[in-house]
């Protein structure tokens, strides 16, 4: 029992069966009466989570979880982030607090896989490069920044489960909603410098990458997650090995003192608390690389089919998707007219125009698209939107990539819940002035 706390936390032990988390922390079935008694362990990890005693423990009701961990501050130098999960630590931002063209580090997202690195410090961190090179190296951050070109690049990064929330049925893991995304800019060194000083052997054909976090059973030496990409992926330019997030030290959560950002790819292959980088001679077979992890059918299924393992297929670009982050959902306002705006992204392609709808999809509005600023940076897009009367309305983003790909209606419904790029919707109330 102990073991199962400590594996999750207390979101998905709730998510999963109320009454037994309930019996884990409380150590009883609850009551009719929603009362419980803390004791022991679930008095502990409460006290943990909490970062204090609890005087009145006694009086906490069942299927509680502290409200400390929704509050703004909850996770140092984060603002207004939501958190889904505690072990391991994950919050996404509203979309609202996405507006800015680049993303604020207190509102870039946390997707953690395991425990972070207790220490954090760019002195002494060190880098590995090897496997199938013809010169390995082990190099420290001043070395990284001696050695190579430092660049500074918008770079969008989002999380393969962003929009998971929404499968129907339910798809196992972290309940993202829509704000599993952030463009902050990242300054670092090519990684592709990195590997070409390195001396890349022919019979390389994927990288695989480690962190120094820990895995949650607390089992030394094992990795929580570690992922590689394909040697074409790994040696596009626009790959960072960053060890700067917004011109400052990257946020602890979000991989210092350094970290690779594969961009347009799932988040899950820009490794945080960056350590070492192997050159391997197979499809790297590292955790959360097998299995169902971060794949999806080879074909359309139907919600909730069965898919034999073998056809399940590593994701690679992210789709094409955007975000309304103005006006916020449930807006209430006087005014006819309001600036709709918000972000769009493409993975490795770009996007080619962001159409909205007031009318649940009868007719279309263009939006003013900007270019990236760089390459992988999202897109800022906006429209001064007329409503023709009082009433509720439904805003709706349609993206369309430089392929001629449009988001969805629906979710292409999967396994695991990836992928999700089905258009976002936010609805406003317009009132007689
Ligand atoms: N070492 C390590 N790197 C990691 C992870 C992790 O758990 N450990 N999570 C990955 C996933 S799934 C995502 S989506 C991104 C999230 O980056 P962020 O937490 O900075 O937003 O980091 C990736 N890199
Ligand atoms: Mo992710």
């Known amino acids: 029992m102990r073991r199962k706390t400590a594996d999750r936390g207390l979101f998905e032990l709730y998510r999963r069966d109320p009454d037994s988390a309930d019996y884990l922390l409380f150590g009883r079935k609850t009551y009719p009466d929603r009362r419980g008694f803390l ?4 008095l502990a990890i409460m006290g943990a989570l909490v970062g204090s005693t609890i005087p009145f423990h006694r009086n906490i009701p069942a299927h509680f979880i502290p409200s400390v961990l929704a509050a703004e501050d909850a996770i140092h130098g984060k603002d207004g982030l939501t958190v889904i999960n505690d072990r391991p630590v994950n919050a996404e931002t509203p979309p609202h607090l996405l507006d800015d ?54 770079l969008t990064l989002e999380c393969g489960g962003n929009g998971r929330a929404f499968f129907n049925p339910p798809a196992k893991g972290d309940p993202w909603t829509y704000g599993a995304v952030a463009c902050s800019t990242w300054t670092g060194v090519r990684l592709a410098d990195v590997l070409k000083a390195a001396g890349v052997k022919n019979s390389a054909v994927y990288t695989a990458h480690e962190g120094a976090d820990t895995h949650l059973s607390g089992e030394a030496g094992r990795l929580p997650i570690s992922r590689g990409v394909p040697i074409g992926k790994a040696m596009d330019e626009h790959n960072l090995i960053a060890f700067a997030q917004n011109s400052k030290p990257i946020h602890p959560m979000n991989g210092a003192p350094l970290r690779l950002i594969i961009p347009g790819w799932p988040g899950s292959c820009s490794q945080k608390w960056l350590t070492r980088i192997w050159l391997r001679d197979q499809v790297h077979d590292g955790p959360k690389m097998t299995g169902t992890s971060y794949r999806v059918p080879n074909r359309p299924i139907a919600p909730g089919e069965k898919v034999d393992e073998k056809d399940f297929v590593i994701i690679n670009s992210m789709p094409v998707k955007s975000l309304i982050t103005n006006p916020p959902n449930g807006h209430r306002t006087t005014d006819a007219t309001l600036e709709v705006r918000g972000h769009a992204w493409a993975g490795d392609r770009r996007v080619d125009a962001v159409h909205l709808s007031i009318d649940f999809g009868a007719t279309w509005i263009e939006t003013k698209l900007d270019d990236p600023v760089n390459a992988y940076a999202w897109q800022n897009w906006r429209a001064r939107v007329a409503f023709p009367q009082a009433g509720y309305y439904e805003i709706w983003a349609r993206a369309t990539d430089s392929h001629g790909v449009s988001q969805p209606h629906a979710i292409a419904w999967n396994p695991r819940g990836y992928l999700n790029n089905s258009m976002h919707r936010v609805a406003v109330t317009v009132s007689a002035a």
Request: glycine share 10%; charged share 25%.
């Open 39 to 42: 004791k022991n362990a679930g």
């Open 101 to 154: 063209a680049i993303t604020p580090t207190g509102r870039h997202f946390i997707r953690n896989n395991g425990i972070p690195p207790k220490h954090t410090d760019a002195t002494g961190w060190t880098l590995t490069i090897d496997g199938l090179l013809d010169r390995p190296m082990t190099l420290g951050i001043d070395d990284l920044k001696r050695k190579f070109e430092v660049v500074t690049r918008a």
